[in-house]
């Protein structure tokens, strides 16, 4: 990445009414803090470990607000290559936006969601900044508090899909031109496999329509194999006669019998994506599933549209930094293909 930051090389003092606060970069030594407040805003069970896959190994940035010895605020994001209409750009998924209960809706609009949101936009997206756009599918009220505030803009929804596997469920037949075959994690040709589907995805003619964020062997490796507090599977779609990968699809692992499948990813050509859906439910129902859910941008969900989805509803929302190098009109205009795995916490 090049380009001049404003990032904030000392810590930022401010003053929030009679209360001393400090706004600066999010650092290693600050992860105590860190996970002590996500805890608090989450309920979540994040841990050292996931700490350093998503800050260190993912190299996640983050813009947090002290009082004190204590972190009150938090706004993050991941470095994420995408490939807008074919044209590939950095750009910063923004995640982790969190503010200690006790801290919200302090002093109207100068409050601790702004300041960390803004530092962090303010120094690395825009011209000349490391990152091209940012981008997130934050809930309906951080969006909206990001509008009201004036440094986000509304871009669209996610939907969760969801397909029903009744006791009479028959999977829709794959046709004789297509296999499926349930792949090993540790395969030794798991890499060669997902670079050839992901390959296959950026040469559909349907992908250059859309924003893609990338799904290459790096992107799968980190999400996917070394995520410490999930497990996945992939199921790869094949030819009869070949050995061949056309597309792999990600699901969660296997719970308890009647417990939902969420469909993760989809890697290979958009084209194909109810081919995959057809694979997934096969495997939902042979592993006692009580039925399939994902999440889908509008681009996802009209590419499903023909596959007898028994319910859809609103899960996130999409937003992008008014910070990012493009204008209003060009964000509304983005045309996202995303699922579960472009997120970071599912």
């Given at each position: 990445m090049s380009g001049n930051s404003t990032l904030l090389e000392q810590p930022q003092h401010l003053t929030m009414g009679d209360q001393a606060l400090t706004l600066k970069v999010l650092s290693p030594e600050d992860e105590p803090a860190f996970l002590k407040l996500h805890q608090e805003v989450f309920g979540s069970a994040a841990d050292p470990v996931w700490f350093d896959w998503k800050y260190k190994l993912g190299k996640a940035l983050g813009m947090s607000l002290w009082h004190q010895d204590r972190m009150v605020a938090h706004c993050g994001g991941i470095p994420r290559r995408v490939l807008h209409q074919g044209v590939a750009q950095d750009d910063l998924q923004i995640g982790d936006v969190m503010v200690s209960p006790e801290w919200r809706g302090a002093l109207a609009r100068q409050n601790p969601f702004f300041h960390v949101s803004e530092g962090l936009y303010q120094s690395y997206l825009g011209l000349g900044k490391p990152f091209h756009m940012g981008f997130g599918f934050p809930n309906e009220r951080h969006l909206r508090l990001a509008v009201k505030l004036g440094i986000g803009w509304h871009i669209g929804e996610v939907h969760q899909l969801r397909w029903q596997i009744n006791a009479d469920f028959q999977a829709a037949p794959l046709g004789w031109l297509w296999r499926d075959e349930l792949l090993v994690e540790n395969s030794s040709s798991l890499q060669n496999i997902v670079s050839v589907a992901w390959a296959r995805m950026q040469q559909s003619t349907d992908s250059l329509k859309y924003s893609l964020g990338q799904r290459d062997w790096a992107q799968f490796e980190w999400r996917y194999l070394k995520r410490p507090d999930k497990q996945y599977q992939f199921v790869a779609l094949k030819r009869p006669c070949s050995s061949e990968c056309i597309g792999v699809a990600v699901v969660s692992a296997p719970a308890a019998p009647g417990a939902?499948?969420?469909?993760?990813?989809?890697?290979?050509s958009t084209a194909l994506i109810s081919k995959a859906?057809?694979?997934?439910?096969?495997?939902?129902?042979?592993?006692?599933?009580?039925?399939?859910?994902?999440?889908?941008?509008?681009?996802?969900?009209?590419?499903?549209?023909?596959?007898?989805i028994d319910l859809i509803e609103t899960c996130a929302v999409m937003g992008v930094p008014i910070a990012s190098n493009l204008t209003a009109e060009e964000a509304q205009h983005l045309r996202w293909w995303a699922m579960a795995g472009d997120t970071d916490f599912l």
């Open positions: 939902a499948m969420l469909w993760v990813d989809w890697i290979g859906h057809s694979m997934v439910m096969k495997l939902a129902h042979a592993q006692q599933a009580s039925c399939v859910t994902s999440w889908a941008s509008a681009e996802v969900e009209n590419a499903l549209a023909q596959t007898s």
